[in-house]
């Protein structure tokens, strides 16, 4: 659990969680550390010996501390199995957690979520860094009959994001807050209240929606069973430099992924059939996405990737990687060591609005009208022809601000700019409905 020393000024930051981690709220309402602290911790290469020894010392005093083993299960989560194991159990214990930010005197926010990793989710905890809102996360399932008691709020969001997993939970979960979001009954206006529409954002769909979209190239994904792509490897020794799949011409390179995945994970290029086999007998997934290698690299061997947010139709940048791999990765992308990388960043986020918008002006308006959503976010990256090269959309990719200030000074304005507007959109919302409430009162008898 021991990470590297902190100096002087986490240090004091550390203590601070740690001495909130200790204290003693009431047994039903403690407070979550919460995702983003916790994660912050992490990133910034912190000792949390001290945050997780006040979390136990909670649990074992009261048992029914479920927020402290929610807030355990986080730390654990960085280490294996174990943290998702007990994150299952403090949620079927308790399915409502409170987490606080700033002076608690905003807005009162409810998050519908699914229990699961980072990438289960939208990250609405960092996306409220910076405010004095409460959020209240609520964990729904596939198989919840009825949602649990949830305190007054003014605004929702549905943080579950799409995975094979997640599907039934989002189809339960438009059964379940259906006639709570609607204007009249008791519950206030849901953000991202589109649960099919969320359930559709699956990588091969991507392309099925943008296929006539000729300012975006989103390359077409095929499902493909482990027999099929076995059978690729049969043919001859050296393999076919061309093939069909589903009716589908492919050449080598191809891009190779199991279905479900995220962040890179098990995601490979296979230069010929021998690197597939190699692939194959190391994996033990019997099915796969298979598409064609898009190679996006400029004159000096170097890839971009751009993160983009877009909030209520509106774009915000979130972070341009450029690394000298395919599979760019800001973590992997070493920016932190690359002057010259972070100064195109820098030039990229400062001119987001006047210059990169107004070229993908075309491409921009037609992902929003594709998947009509409150919130979402793409990585994507610019072609030679000038389209927009689609890697991946969803509501859970990460965007935060815990890059060091001393090596990334251009970032957080740029983060809090996308933060604020986050933010906005669920005062908005509060707005209105508390607006529709009082209509509608006014026309009580």
Known sequence: MS??????APRTYAANVSSFASQDHSAADRPLVGISTIIRMFYAKQDVTAVWDGLVARAKADPGDVPALMD?????????PKGLE???AAVKMQPVFRRVHGTGRGLRVAAFMVAGDMTANTPIDFLLEGSDMVLYLVYLDAKMEKLPDIPPVDVAYLAIGES???????ANAERLLTGWHVKGQRGAPILNFQPAR???MTRDHLHDVLVNEPSILSPKLLRVTRVILEALTFDTQAGPAEFTLHDTPFAFPIIIRPIGTHAGDGMEKIDDVEALRTYLAASREACFYVSAFVNCADSEGLYRKQRIAFIQG???ASHLAVSSHWMVHYLSAEMDQHAVRRAEEARWMATFDSEFAPRYKQAFAALVKAFDLDYFVIDCAELPDGRLLLFEADVIMIVHDMDSEEVFPYK????RKLFRAFQDALTRAANAGAAADLSLGSLSP
Do not use: C, F
């Open 86 to 88: 007990m994150q299952a």
């Open 164 to 170: 094979p997993a997640n599907r039934a939970v989002l």
């Open 314 to 316: 509106k774009p915000y």
């Open 412 to 415: 957080k304005p740029i983060m």
């Open 3 to 8: 990470q590297p020393a902190l100096d002087s």
């Open 72 to 80: 355990l299960s986080l730390l654990l989560q960085s280490t294996g």
């Open 198 to 200: 969320i359930a559709a």
